[in-house]
T-cell receptor
């Protein structure tokens, strides 16, 4: 069966520190992969999506970047975190045509 | 624009009543739509989906209706229960490039 793993569940980082959030999918190949950010009480903002290895589409210019070094691995990074980067980060995968499924999210607090 | 907008940000219903959550989408080229339920602190949970070649799809206690003429999507929940209380999002998948865009969300509150 297909599963998605996202970690860590919570993270507290100081301003100016780097960030690396990882998402991996099991049981499928060549999925579409997504990173979203959600502010408290708000909707899901699409940050990046990828339709294949090394293919990254950026939706919102910001302090973050994404990479897909392997077919089922999607990484969200920052070199220097800002206070405004705080939020709930969600990874999702879409198997090509049917559904789109989310990880449990990472609650990032930048202090 | 790219965003998927919702008509009602909050909805309060009595337990046992039917709920209708609406969504307006902007991209006429979108060919696949999904409804999600999100509980506090968790990732969105897939509820039901519909392709653009359909106008209605039913699941267990849920029905999704699609009106492509006015680019409108709705989620109907029958016999709403307290466990249905959550935020509901619609999402549209653009048929080119794999972009999956979410609407703002509607918070559903079920009163016992």
């Amino acid at each position: 069966s297909q599963t998605i793993h996202q970690w860590p569940a919570t993270l507290v980082q100081p301003v100016g520190s780097p960030l690396s959030l990882e998402c991996t999918v099991e049981g499928t190949s060549n999925p579409n992969l997504y990173w979203y950010r959600q502010a408290a009480g708000r909707g899901l903002q699409l940050l990046f999506y990828s339709v294949g290895i090394g293919q990254i589409s950026s939706e919102v210019p910001q302090n973050l970047s994404a990479s897909r070094p392997q077919d089922r691995q999607f990484i969200l990074s920052s070199k220097k975190l800002l206070l405004s980067d705080s939020g709930f980060y969600l990874c999702a995968w879409q198997p090509g045509g049917v559904g789109a499924f989310f990880g449990q999210g990472t609650r990032l607090t930048v202090v | 624009g790219e965003s998927v907008g919702l008509h009602l940000p909050t909805l309060s219903v009595q337990e046992g009543d039917n709920s209708i959550i609406n969504c307006a989408y902007s991209n006429s080229a979108s060919d696949y739509f999904i409804w999600y339920k999100q509980e506090s602190g968790k990732g969105p949970q897939f509820i039901i989906d519909i392709r653009s070649n359909m106008d209605k799809r039913q699941g267990q206690r849920v029905t999704v209706l699609l009106n492509k003429t006015v680019k409108h999507l709705s989620l109907q929940i029958a016999a709403t229960q307290p466990g249905d209380s959550a935020v509901y999002f619609c999402a549209e998948l653009w048929n080119q490039g794999g972009k999956l865009i979410f609407g703002q969300g509607t918070e559903l509150s079920v009163k016992p």
